[in-house]
């Protein structure tokens, strides 16, 4: 008896995450398609990292709804005005390019600092084999 309602649980929790899963696909899409008419409109650089990106916005959706369920201000004010702004504050960072930015400075330091201090021959060395 147990072992059968472990199994119902089991196959329950998985239709939730299978249903789950949809909905953020749908939910990717859609935000993929609001960033791509935004770079086409030139009111946002195209970004490196696009998927980080799509998953953010997931999350960030995710967040404001919590917030909301549990917003107890008089006609969810604090919601509005959460969203408000967070809204200005990740249109602003898109707007600025400030992603491109941070993505040349790391490869410069990377390419610059860290690649030219790595020697090949000390972490491949010449190995002589069936000698």
Known sequence: MASQIINLLFKISLGLLNEKKKGNNELLLIISELIEIAIEAEE???????????????????????????DESENFDNTTIMVDKSLELIYAVL????????????N????????????????????????
């Open 44 to 70: 946002i650089e195209a970004m490196p990292f696009s998927n980080t990106i799509l998953n953010l916005g997931c999350d960030y959706i995710f967040g404001v709804i919590y917030y909301w369920i549990h």
């Open 95 to 106: 707007q600025s390019g400030l992603i491109n930015k941070i993505e040349d400075l790391l």
């Open 108 to 131: 410069f330091i990377i390419k610059t600092h860290i690649l030219n201090h790595i020697k090949p021959s000390k972490i491949f060395k010449k190995q002589s084999f069936g000698k």
